[in-house]
């Protein structure tokens, strides 16, 4: 199918947000989890800028996306959460990044929002928080777990039961590197850019 993907805009508050009226999926989740390495996977080319190093994304980046038919929206890479480098101070912009991204939604703007959670480590305390959280904005919501590749059989059926059991829903497994689950999540990011959507 068919995917057109342009880097828009990176953005350090409102002001820089787009005021269009397209739909957006934002990704959140710990540094280093693998947010601008899907984008990329998902659009068949790199767009999104990663690196190794954790705490990379400092703002948020906002790409436009459409596949196929569908009615085109943005995916929004959003910095990550849990990285100690800057300590407070980070954990402050980070914090107030995403109280003005978020606070959007309140005024109407369609947003959804996808928690990635390393499938490898399973119920970490900054990883429940953060659902706990993104659960209490209001918006549409889901979980998937990201780098399955990197676990065998038997850690991927016990990691699943783990991932299910503490976020208490389906977590389907992604891959960047290999594409799995990639067709899924397509699928979970258009429920979520329903205006009826629920989390």
């Not at 805009?9 to 739909?23: C, H, V, Y």
């Not at 906002?62 to 995916?75: D, I, M, S, T």
């Not at 780098?147 to 016990?158: I, Q």
């Amino acid at each position: 199918m068919k995917i057109s993907a342009e880097f828009v805009t990176s953005a350090a508050g409102t002001e820089g947000f787009p005021r269009d009226r397209l739909g957006e999926v934002a990704f959140v989740g710990r540094s280093n989890v693998g947010k601008s390495s899907l984008i990329n996977a998902l659009v068949g080319r790199t767009l999104a800028r990663t690196s190794a190093a954790p705490g990379k994304t400092r703002l948020a980046n906002f790409y436009r996306v459409q596949r196929g038919a569908a009615p085109a929206l943005y995916l929004v890479d959003l910095p990550g959460y849990g990285y100690a480098r800057g300590g407070d101070a980070a954990a402050r912009d980070f914090n107030r990044l995403a109280d003005e991204y978020f606070a959007r939604s309140a005024e109407g703007k369609a947003i959804g929002v996808l928690l990635l959670v390393d499938s490898r480590h399973p119920g970490l305390d900054s990883d429940l928080d953060a659902w706990s959280w993104l659960k209490d904005l209001g918006c549409p919501s889901g979980v998937i777990g990201t780098k399955v590749d990197k676990l065998t059989r038997a850690e991927r059926a016990r990691h699943t039961r783990a991932l299910e059991s503490s976020f208490e829903r389906p977590v389907p497994l992604i891959s960047a590197a290999t594409g799995e689950g990639l067709e899924e999540l397509w699928k979970l990011i258009v429920r979520l850019t329903k205006p009826t959507a629920a989390s």
